[in-house]
């Protein structure tokens, strides 16, 4: 079916992906999320395919959040049990307004039809149709931005792991910096501050696109985070377990002087 | 529309049957230089060019160039194989991409267009033999 509904209001994971549903749910449990909208897998085939209609469609939604977007794959079956996507489908940062959403939404469905995608595919066995949804969100311009493991995926111990860094999440994602790492225990007590690298940051740039911009030196060994946020960080954490169960991989912003969530999943076996 | 008619392939469809299949195409452009499939891949999708020129390689060697109205990426489509060369953007490349899910039934479907694949790859098979 060719739709798009509030983020809110995504809740069936064979239409628009288990991000969009994801964040769905975590919209209606009053987490704060960016908006957005989420657009099922059949309407960002039709756009890729150019039907003028379903163009439409989706400027109608999306033209109300402004710009710049982020603008993330939500497959049907990503992040599923039996495999991850992540890295095989595309995400795309600062796409600067709804006018420019169709090569965006192009560029994604080809994501899940490349090459490489389908390889993974037969290798997992899952040589089925891809069927993309997309969720479309206001992207922030975060100060810091990052991930946080609910439970610590190396050791096993009950308590919260924070990777942190300057700009876009995605420099912490992609490995590009090396974040300051934190630990929280489950009373909010800080156990461990130590600074990372981080000699680059990814902000949007005008007209599209991100960057990796340099850090000035000063930051680049400074923590990005105080106990204050560490400790909204760990209320943000309780709240996802309350929300969605127990150890929980959780991407976060900062913006604004607030927390984020920007996705929330089950660590996986092997952590990220 | 108007490319797929261009394309040999398709030349022997009528234009209600071209129309039914230009639906299922979607427009995909790469810059030059970019890597359009790779040698060794699985293969997803089916191209046909409708502007810019790629070039063809096979063990690092380029054996061809390819222009509008030539197609490419059919064999691992039939055979659910690996890619038997590797292409790239010799200019900036706008194709128009079937994938292997819409490629088969529609290959199943029209008669025309599986005699024409089987005429290029006896083609390619002949000029292989013949080194």
Known sequence: ????????????????????????????????????????????EAVAAGEESAIKQVVKWVTPLGGPLAVRSSAVDEDGAAASFAGQHLTLLNVPSAEHLSSALSDIWWSANSDSAITYRQRVGLFTRPSVGVVVQTLLNPDAAGVMFTKNPVTGDDERVIEASWGLGEAVVAGIVIPDHYRVDRSGGVLERTPGLKRVAVRGVAGGGTVEEKVPAELVERLCLDDSRLGELHRLATRCEEVYGPARDIEWA??????????????????? | MEV??????????????????????????FAKDETVVKEGSGGAAFFVIESGEAAVFIGGKKISTLKPGDYFGEIALLDEGARMATITAASDLLCYGLTYWDFRPLVEANGSIGWKLLQGMSKMLRAAREG
């Open chain 2, 4 to 29: 797929l008619q261009r394309v040999p392939l398709f030349a022997d469809l009528s234009e209600r049957e071209v129309r039914q299949i230009a639906r299922l195409f979607k427009a995909r452009r």
């Open chain 1, 254 to 272: 900062l913006a604004g002087g607030k927390v984020y969530l920007l996705q929330c999943r089950a660590i996986t076996q092997a952590g990220r």
């Open chain 1, 1 to 44: 079916m060719k739709r798009v509904v509030p983020l809110e209001k995504a809740c069936e994971t064979e239409l628009y992906g288990s991000k969009a549903v994801g964040l769905g749910q975590a919209i209606r449990d009053g987490l704060p999320v960016p908006p957005g909208v989420a657009l099922s897998g059949s309407i960002v």
